[in-house]
């Protein structure tokens, strides 16, 4: 397997706040990876560092390049994706609209976007029915729904997912994990950020566990499973 994401003894700060303690985390080319663990403990922190969103040391290396440093659109361009927890629709502008801002525009080197408006009106058939209503007017599995397809038309190698399921109808939760399933076997690989522990262990091939800021388990979801020890120490309530 080619690794794609490789973050290496990160740190990261919120000012003078230290927030990550030397992280350490790959996903492999067409893996599915999930980050486990508490409310607070830095997962969304990580993907943030990685998309520059938040100040940080170590590496972070995407493809081979170093992301350290670089702006998060430059970082966006390289092929990563990222959807994060609050959504950010515009919710004046039509769903439609929203869709055709993260249409691909340059960055990566494929000639052809993997995906187009007809893609995700397929999987999401709700977001077809609705394109011309505004955004801001859709039901909250509805805006998650079009948050992680405008994210998809930008045409990403990895897509970084921050709690997709939070506040979604058992429904429209599986309905999520089928869609990332689905660009598993498109050839994307993606690194999710989910609290809730059965999704993550049904279609993950590796999860991380995080507290404190650090990582203190990696393994398969069945090692996870066979691991009461760390579940109760860090992921039960």
């Known amino acids: 397997m080619t690794t794609l994401l490789d973050i290496k003894n990160l740190h990261a700060f919120y000012g003078k706040s230290h927030v990550l303690h030397g992280v350490n985390l790959r996903v492999e080319q067409g893996e599915i990876v999930s980050l486990l663990g508490r409310n607070g403990v830095g997962r969304s ?10 100040a940080a040391t170590g590496s972070i290396s995407f493809k081979g390049d170093e992301l350290i440093g670089l702006k998060a659109f430059q970082i966006a361009h390289k092929g990563l994706g990222y959807v994060p927890e609050n959504r950010d629709i515009f919710p004046t502008l039509t769903v439609e609209q929203n869709l055709l801002l993260g249409e691909k525009r340059g960055g990566t080197a494929r000639n052809s976007p993997r995906w187009a408006l007809a893609d995700m009106y397929r999987m999401f058939p709700r977001l077809r029915e609705r394109q011309s209503i505004a ?13 992680l397809c405008r994210t998809l038309m930008g045409d990403p190698d990895l897509i970084m997912i921050d709690e997709p399921t939070e506040g979604l109808a058992p429904k429209i939760v599986g309905l999520v994990a089928q869609y990332l399933t689905e660009l598993q076997s498109a050839g994307v690989s993606v690194l999710l950020v989910e609290q809730k522990l059965a999704i993550a262990m049904d279609i993950s091939q590796r999860v991380y566990v995080m507290g404190h800021g650090a990582i203190a388990f990696e393994g398969t979801p069945e090692d996870l499973r066979n691991n009461p020890q760390i579940r109760r120490e860090w992921l039960e309530v």
């Open 45 to 54: 922190t990580t993907i943030k560092a990685t998309m520059g969103q938040v």
């Open 135 to 147: 955004a801001g007017l859709l039901s909250g599995g509805e805006q998650q729904m079009l948050t």
